[in-house]
């Protein structure tokens, strides 16, 4: 089995629970997924089954979510899981919040949430957290592509705010600064992804609905439909040489640092090409 699935991951799982689901579904062992979701999100976990797992560097990682931000509070694990560490009584206006996000466009700088899976010295910081321990935690560049405020009930102080970012951008952390921002305390009340590259959210199957194999089979997704590389197209001899690891010499082709191989509308391999001579990276030979 070879492909890709779009599953909407439920409120409550983790990432890696969803992953040993289909490996216990499927009988199947070798199975990933291709960007983490904390068990208090939900949304757009595409999963990716037998060799396809070998083609996660190459997909696209840019993000997209659905963030419902509580203002007024603030936690020390920036959502609802967390014990409250800031209160207040002020009240911010829509305006205020427009005004505020206006802060996160672009290429920026985010200090991730201690209550996270980030290693320092070879240990994850939320075992620090739980610890009572405090370390220096380094703020790292990430892109917010697309901010927006979709809904702002000023009565009750939430926000719903659509964000596009790169990959490592921690909403928890936006929502917490935006409150931060606006001098009023905020977190995260629940998130949704709705696209992990080209997986879209109005596409996936919630995980309690791939129940059998051929449900799973039915809906696998050929892998050439979600990658943004150019394709080159093999003849039955390329094949034969691609198969063996053989570069493609002397062919009219861009220079590109990845390229995906066809052949019969299937995935052959993963190329680089440079002056005419194609060099094969990774080859399918069993799919």
Known sequence: MFGFLNVYKPVGKTSHDVV???RKLLKIKKIGHTGTLDPFAEGVLPICIGNSTRLIEY?????????????GKATDTYDTEGNVTFESDKKVTKDDVLEALKTFEGEIEQLPPMYSAIKVAGKKLYEYAREGKVVEVKPRKVTIHKIEL??????KQEAQVYIECSKGTYIRSIANDLGQNLGCGGYLTRLIR???????????IKMEDYNSKEFVQNNLIEPISMLSY????????????ISNGKPLLNKSINNAENIILVYNNSIKAVASSCNGCIRVKKVFNNV
């Open 59 to 71: 997909l696209p990682d840019d993000k997209a979510y659905l963030a419902f931000v509580q203002l």
């Open 230 to 241: 150019p394709l080159y197209n093999l003849n039955t001899s390329e094949n034969v040489d």
């Open 20 to 22: 040993a689901y289909f």
């Open 194 to 204: 709705t696209q992990a590259g080209k997986f879209l959210v109005e596409n996936s």
């Open 150 to 155: 979709k809904n702002f009930d000023e009565e």
